[in-house]
């Protein structure tokens, strides 16, 4: 046995150095190869080289699923105007402020009331006096008793409540026109996001198409041995990455359209296709004009002397507790022992005092006065936070505006340097590194281009917004060749 064991450990020994020197080989040539042989499986084709997502056994790139369904500016527009719950709100302000003047109006109109009862009496004063004779109960009716009574003149107590809700009711529908220009002010802004979402996947989609090429052409180059495995890494690499950005891109484009539509009032609505793109309306105003515009067509400045009066007209209100009012009444009645057996009325005119608490009324008056003075002052703050911002929305409007054209000439200085790179790279003078900076520059030079006409068209809404008038021309439109 022990024979045996010794033979195999010196046939293994013989053998050994081969299978070492096999696998030193082997691994040599692996080593010498790496670089200049092509390993398929490592390298699928460029479609297929980005994080996948799972779907019924079909790899793909999942993106937006839009409808045929076409909706511009002016529809989702038209769209809030109907269905924004703010607008809704506000309407609905402007109708129970109505119905407040009629309620103080309402001092001015006949009271009427009506009494009916039934009473078991018996009068202890008269048992006393009379005995048990004067103590007898007895039943009291009253069958019915009318009373009719006018207020005639309270030294305009009324006229002064009249004219608070009126003031009110007017705020109410100033307030309606600036929510309706909020509305509408987020509607576009959201919409222009959208717009800069479509553009952002545009150049997602054109950054995969170009890896592509870049790939497919560092592939061929290392099939052929030109290159090295590195550039093939490279290329990989980059375009997995262009990928990852169009699906987030495309996530972008759903995000967007659910804002847009919450800012519409239909959350819940389908998707739909946007055939507009952001595109360049010029705005010729001076900041005089806009500051102009805006005491003539800005709710919030027209509101501001509304909302002084009102507080005026509380403080001119809290000074008449004194007074009195003068009013006639007339009562009829029927009843008695028996339910019809008396009947009787009065008619009367009265001047009637209020309760005077000295203490109470002369703080009333003070804090009404203490309220109109803050009004003051409120809507002095107002004036300036509203010119402020109107300058602020007039100088980021005029900065975009002057980006406009340095970030359309970036684009295209950037297109020329990457078909510059590309070109060299296409007959075997380039690198990869080159041309894959040349690609990222003129993705970001895309991007930023886009996202300053984005911001040029918002604050272009920011600005009517400032201003409450519409300042878009839509027959004025410069078209920049992107």
């Known amino acids: 046995m022990n024979k045996k064991i010794i033979l195999i450990v010196l046939i293994l020994l013989l053998f050994m150095p081969v299978c070492f020197a096999k696998d030193k080989k082997t691994k040599d040539e692996n080593i010498k190869n790496i670089g200049n042989v092509l390993q398929k499986e490592e390298y699928p084709e460029a479609t297929k080289v980005a994080p996948y997502i ?145 553009d952002r996947r545009d150049v997602a989609e054109d950054t995969v198409k170009k890896f592509e090429l870049f790939y497919n052409q560092a592939k061929a180059f290392y099939e052929i041995g030109v290159n090295p495995k590195v550039d093939v890494t490279i290329a990989e690499v980059n375009l997995s990455n262009a990928k990852l950005e169009l699906i987030q891109a495309n996530n972008a484009i759903n995000i967007a359209m659910a804002k847009l539509n919450n800012s519409i009032g239909l959350p819940y609505q389908t998707k739909y296709n946007i055939n507009e793109r952001l595109q360049y309306f010029p705005v010729n105003i001076t900041l005089e004009e806009a500051i102009q515009t805006a005491k003539e067509s800005r709710p919030d400045l027209l509101i501001l002397d509304t909302k002084v009066e009102t507080a005026r007209q509380s403080l001119q209100l809290s000074k008449k507790a004194y007074f009195p009012n003068l009013s006639v009444e007339g009562q009829f009645a029927v009843g008695g022992k028996n339910p019809t057996s008396n009947y009787g009325y009065n008619v009367g005119g009265y001047l009637n005092f209020p309760t005077v608490n000295g203490m109470l009324i002369k703080n009333q008056i003070k804090e009404a006065r203490a309220n109109y003075d803050r009004e003051l002052a409120r809507a002095e703050k107002t004036r300036n936070s509203i010119y402020l911002e109107i300058q602020q929305a007039y100088y980021t409007l005029d900065e975009k505006k002057n980006q406009l054209p340095v970030a359309f000439l970036n684009v295209k200085k950037a297109k020329e340097n990457y078909e510059l790179s590309y070109g060299r790279y296409k007959v075997g003078v380039g690198n990869p590194t080159e041309l894959t900076d040349s690609q990222v520059a003129y993705k970001n030079a895309q991007l930023s281009y886009y996202k300053t006409l984005y911001q040029y068209n918002a604050a272009k809404a920011n600005l009517e917004k400032a201003i409450g008038k519409n300042l878009v021309d839509r027959d004025m439109v410069i078209n920049l060749e992107h």
Do not use: H
């Open 54 to 198: 799972k779907d019924e056994d079909t790899y793909i790139v999942e993106g937006s699923v839009e409808k045929n369904v076409d909706v511009t500016l002016n529809e989702c527009i038209r769209y809030a105007l109907g269905n924004n719950p703010r607008i809704r709100e506000a309407m609905e302000d402007i109708l129970a402020s109505d119905a407040r003047v009629k309620q103080a109006w309402s001092n001015f109109f006949p009271k009427l009331t009506w009494q009916t009862g039934y009473t078991r009496l018996k009068q202890l004063q008269l048992a006393d006096l009379l005995g048990s004779q004067g103590g007898r109960a007895y039943n009291y009716f009253v069958l019915g008793q009318v009373s009719l009574s006018e207020m005639l003149y309270d030294f305009g107590v009324t006229q002064n409540r009249v004219t608070i809700r009126k003031l009110e009711k007017e705020t109410s529908k100033t307030t309606l026109t600036s929510v309706i220009n909020d509305v509408i002010m987020n509607v576009k802004a959201d919409y222009f996001n959208l717009l800069y979402a479509y």
